[in-house]
T-cell receptor, first 114, second 116 residues
Framework: EDQVTQSPEALRLQEGESSSLNCSYT??????LFWYRQDPGKGPEFLFT???AGEEKEKERLKATLTKKESFLHITAPKPEDSATYLC???????????????FGKGTKLSVKP | GAVVSQHPSWVICKSGTSVKIECRSL??????MFWYRQFPKQSLMLMAT?????????EQGVEKDKFLINHASLTLSTLTVTSAHPEDSSFYIC????????????FGPGTRLTVT
């Protein structure tokens, strides 16, 4: 069964304290792994797509990496405005009647204190 | 680019009435749109997937007669909650996947439904 597990559930950092969020996955043929940011009461905001092991993508203080079993979202010198819930999702290779739906993890709630 | 809008952003309705939520892709054509439901402090739960011009595919446990989905054009999908009850109160979010884009789904801002 395709599954996504994110850790930790919650992470509290001081401003400037770098850290990483983990997304472990099992999927029958990975088509893509996605990172989203969600603020309270809002829809998820797309951050990155990773397609193959070894791939890395960066955006401002965020850097996403991918291996065959997991992905990391590295946050360098975070600021209070980086506080949000970060969601990881995978899409399996479509087959049969599959619509290629995203399978989401439960998210990591990040709080950055000034 | 890749902007998805939802309307209304919040709605309060009385039990037994129906509510329609619109989801629009503003700057791209969406062959597939998805509807999710999210409970407080929980992740997104996929309700249904719709392709333009086709009937929606509902996830197990989602009542298709209660949650009517229409995807009449490449930029618009609607979710109608029929005969709403207080337990239908939730945060409903749509997403869209385009033709030209690869596999990314872009999400709308969500609609907060409260049934009294």
């Amino acid at each position: 069964e395709d599954q996504v597990t994110q850790s930790p559930e919650a992470l509290r950092l001081q401003e400037g304290e770098s850290s990483s969020l983990n997304c472990s996955y099992t999927v029958s043929g990975l088509r893509g792994l996605f990172w989203y940011r969600q603020d309270p009461g809002k829809g998820p905001e797309f951050l990155f797509t990773l397609y193959s092991a070894g791939e890395e993508k960066e955006k401002e203080r965020l850097k996403a990496t991918l291996t065959k079993k997991e992905s990391f979202l590295h946050i360098t010198a975070p600021k209070p405005e980086d506080s949000a819930t970060y969601l990881c999702a995978v899409q399996a290779r479509m087959s049969g009647g599959s619509q290629g739906n995203l399978i989401f993890g439960k998210g990591t709630k990040l709080s950055v204190k000034p | 680019g890749a902007v998805v809008s939802q309307h209304p952003s919040w709605v309060i309705c009385k039990s037994g009435t129906s509510v329609k939520i619109e989801c629009r892709s503003l700057d791209f054509q969406a062959t597939t749109m998805f509807w999710y439901r999210q409970f407080p402090k929980q992740s997104l739960m996929l309700m249904a997937t719709s392709n333009e011009g086709s009937k929606a595919t509902y996830e197990q446990g989602v009542e298709k007669d209660k949650f009517l989905i229409n995807h009449a054009s490449l930029t618009l999908s609607t979710l109608t909650v029929t005969s709403a009850h207080p337990e239908d109160s939730s945060f409903y979010i749509c997403s869209a996947r385009g033709i030209a884009g690869l596999y990314e789904q872009y999400f709308g801002p969500g609609t907060r439904l409260t049934v009294t």
